[in-house]
T-cell receptor
Framework: KQEVTQIPAALSVPEGENLVLNCSFTDSAIYNLQWFRQDPGKGLTSLLLIQSSQREQTSGRLNASLDKSSGRSTLYIAASQPGDSATYLCAVPQGGSEKLVFGKGTKLTVNP | EAQVTQNPRYLITVTGKKLTVTCSQNMNHEYMSWYRQDPGLGLRQIYYSMNVEVTDKGDVPEGYKVSRKEKRNFPLILESPSPNQTSLYFC????????????FGPGTRLLVL
């Protein structure tokens, strides 16, 4: 059964800092990995989806990498801003299904 | 605008009073699912549907029902709600072909007294 772990559970940084969020998964037979952002009391917004054939994806100041063999993904946020404060979740499909297994998230606070 | 909508957004009810949370998507997605999110437990799948009239249980289906009579709609039914179903509920949808990025609704916060 797929399990997803995110470390750290919470992170507080000053504005402008570059930071890395980590995600690990137990079953490396995945066909994609997705990073989401969740604002308090709001739904999930998809940030990046990395296909299993890719090693990384970039969107603006965000860069996500995937290393299937080691069961790890990282989300790199460059020049962090207070507006980046949110909980970041990673998710992978369970087996060959569409069902997503989520990590419990990293709560990021960027201080002005 | 591509979106997943849920109604209601907030609901307070009492034990045993049947309720339905609606979910609708305008992207012609085949796949739809319901998740609940609880502190310390994260997001867990309740039910999912691969297409019209095709539904199946997720990890925590007890106490819930779903139906998929139309492609765009996937309501979640609580026949006899109990306090342990107090949670934040999300509906999601995606295509089954191509890049299956999942889109989530804004969430429904349910309190069962």
């Amino acid at each position: 059964k797929q399990e997803v772990t995110q470390i750290p559970a919470a992170l507080s940084v000053p504005e402008g800092e570059n930071l890395v969020l980590n995600c690990s998964f137990t079953d490396s037979a995945i066909y994609n990995l997705q990073w989401f952002r969740q604002d308090p009391g709001k739904g999930l917004t998809s940030l990046l989806l990395i296909q299993s054939s890719q090693r990384e994806q970039t969107s603006g100041r965000l860069n996500a990498s995937l290393d299937k063999s080691s069961g790890r993904s990282t989300l790199y946020i460059a020049a962090s801003q207070p507006g980046d404060s949110a909980t970041y979740l990673c998710a992978v499909p369970q087996g060959g299904s569409e069902k997503l297994v989520f990590g419990k998230g990293t709560k990021l606070t960027v201080n002005p | 605008e591509a979106q997943v909508t849920q109604n209601p957004r907030y609901l307070i009810t009492v034990t045993g009073k049947k309720l339905t949370v609606t979910c609708s998507q305008n992207m012609n997605h085949e796949y739809m699912s319901w998740y609940r999110q609880d502190p310390g437990l994260g997001l867990r799948q309740i039910y999912y549907s691969m297409n019209v009239e095709v539904t199946d249980k997720g990890d925590v289906p007890e106490g819930y029902k779903v139906s998929r009579k139309e492609k765009r709609n996937f309501p979640l039914i609580l026949e006899s709600p109990s306090p342990n179903q107090t949670s934040l509920y999300f509906c999601a949808s995606s295509r089954l072909a191509g890049v299956p990025s999942q889109y989530f609704g804004p969430g429904t916060r349910l309190l069962v007294l």
